[in-house]
């Protein structure tokens, strides 16, 4: 089991910044992908930004390339995502994800409400 607590979400104007913090816990292969989905209301969860341990893979969605870096620190077992330029577009439950390589576990966190105003 793994289990993922997230931090830092918040209301921002239009054009501000914000910083999601995720740390997993528990039984951690050394060998993973994490990184942050989304959801808006009335919409499906979608990929925002994953990053392998390996550092030299990351995945953007394309709404935040250019706009959110993602970022993990291996030895704590956290993952950053640092959101800039917001836009109300953005606004959405934010969720930590964390999952071995081929998918054989998944795991998520309990979510932070992330709500951009124009």
């Known amino acids: 089991q793994v289990q993922l607590v997230e931090s830092g979400g918040g209301l921002v104007q239009a054009g501000g910044s914000l910083r999601l913090s995720c740390v997993a816990s528990g039984r951690i292969f050394s060998i993973n992908v994490m990184g942050w989905y989304r959801q808006a209301p009335g919409k499906e969860r979608e990929l925002v930004a994953v990053?392998?341990?390996?550092?030299?893979?990351?995945n953007y969605a394309d709404s935040v390339n250019g706009r959110f870096t993602i970022s993990r620190v291996n030895a704590k077992n956290t993952v950053d995502l640092q959101m800039n330029n917001l836009k109300p577009e953005d606004t959405g439950v934010y969720y930590c994800n964390y999952r071995t390589p081929y998918g054989q576990e998944q795991y998520w966190g309990q979510g932070t409400q992330v709500t951009v105003s124009s």
């Open positions: 990053m392998h341990t390996n550092a030299r893979v990351k």
